[in-house]
């Protein structure tokens, strides 16, 4: 293997080597593998970094395809699946753009949802955290059905600008799961198609 590996972590009997570049499991990984839904569907996950929701979903008996706009991570999610001999199957682009057009029954999503630091744009580590606009364009490729889906489960923070989460006016949405941290709270969000009362 030509890439440098990071780190290592364990998470439910599965062993996750973490590439360079690549987003590190932390809470807000945990607080959307820990809701993944039981009942076993045709599932997508974006943003998938290394792999370890998508694999979590796998082991749980969903049929996974999972996607990142970053190579590394593609990279690392198929290493993964192959050293936990779990078939995934793992696209590189942006957001809805390599499964345009399927057929999903749940779509996951840890997006990057703080505001940009003084990290610089090209830093791989500001495209998995930072990004909240992708946010928005997610919500809009729902809402416009660049795939048919009809449950998504979103990770967002107290910390992530309004304005990026705007769409949400034009779905149905509550959260189902949070986690407290030292300055944020992070919300799981189901949403499905149609309005809030
Ligand atoms: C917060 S990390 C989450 C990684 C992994 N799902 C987890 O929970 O540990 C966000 C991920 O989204 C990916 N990402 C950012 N913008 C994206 C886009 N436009 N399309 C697809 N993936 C994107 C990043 O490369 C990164 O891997």
Known sequence: MGTAVRNVIRYKGLKIAVFENVYEPAEDTYLLAENIPREPTRLLEIGTGTGIVALTAARLGHDVTATDVNP???ACARWNARINRTPIDVREGDLFEPV????????LFNPPYLPPSELPEDDPIHAATEDPTVIRRFLRGLIDGEVEWKK???VVSTLTPDEHLRPLRHLHHRTVATRRL????????????GKNP
């Not at 345009?100 to 779509?107: C, F, L, N």
């Not at 030292?182 to 198609?193: A, D, G, S």
Request: avoid cysteine.
């Open 72 to 74: 590394a991570a593609t």
């Open 100 to 107: 345009r057009g399927e057929t999903y029954d749940v779509v």
């Open 152 to 154: 998504a489960y979103l």
């Open 182 to 193: 030292f300055f944020e709270e992070l919300k799981l969000l189901e949403i499905t198609r």
